[in-house]
């Protein structure tokens, strides 16, 4: 399992302790520095996916059962979903760049992060390059996407964006939304049912 920069942090993260205890994942860190993972470049170049290839032609990753996890760096998870072989988890993901820089709570740092903002002209806009929306008609794997519902700092329409998507493309996924929750999930009885979904979907697929 690959979690960008979320879930690696230096504090408890009990998604990732439940998934190693069970002995159905390894939740070590997979590169050496957050310069690959915090850098704004996660849709366009991928920095991490390159990482996976390059570490399966050396025959030390299996990138059939790769599962990609994270709670805020979610361009490079939901876009890996066009890219077959991983299964994306996504919990407050992004979807579309300008449309968070337009609602979320750090606008002028989501406009940098996603190169624009969409009030600069008409199109083209950088952003959407790099945003992973843009690409929905092409993910092929199976999508469990969990939200809060009172998020502001990546609304929750960011996960009914892709929601919507994905099922206009036929895409199969799971689309929670916990109520009252922002971006955190704080409730015990949603953390459990995070808990338990997260299971139950990584032993669903990469089991």
Do not use: K
């Amino acid at each position: 399992m690959v979690a960008p920069v979320g879930r690696v942090g230096d504090h408890p993260v009990s998604e990732l302790w439940v998934v190693a205890v069970d002995g159905t994942g390894s939740p070590r860190r997979l590169t050496s520095g957050e310069a690959y993972d915090s850098a704004p470049r996660w849709a366009g170049d991928s920095l991490l996916i390159y990482f996976l290839s390059d570490r399966a032609e050396r025959g030390t990753a299996q990138l059939h059962r790769v599962g990609l996890v994270d709670g805020v760096v979610q361009a490079v998870t939901c876009w890996a979903g066009g890219v077959s072989g991983h299964l994306p988890l996504t919990g407050a993901g992004i979807s579309d760049w300008g449309m968070l820089a337009a609602t979320g709570e750090q606008g002028p740092f989501e406009a940098a992060l996603g190169g624009s903002s969409g009030w600069e002209g008409p199109d083209p806009h950088r952003h959407d390059r790099l945003s992973p929306i843009s690409y929905a008609s092409r993910v092929r794997t199976p999508m469990l996407i969990m939200h809060g519902e009172n998020d502001t700092n990546v609304p929750v329409s960011q996960a009914e964006f892709f929601h919507r998507a994905l099922r206009r493309f036929g895409v199969e996924h799971e689309y929670v939304v916990y109520p009252r929750e922002n971006h955190s999930i704080r409730e015990r009885n949603h953390q459990l049912d995070v808990l338990r979904r997260t299971h139950a979907w990584l032993d669903r697929w990469l089991g």
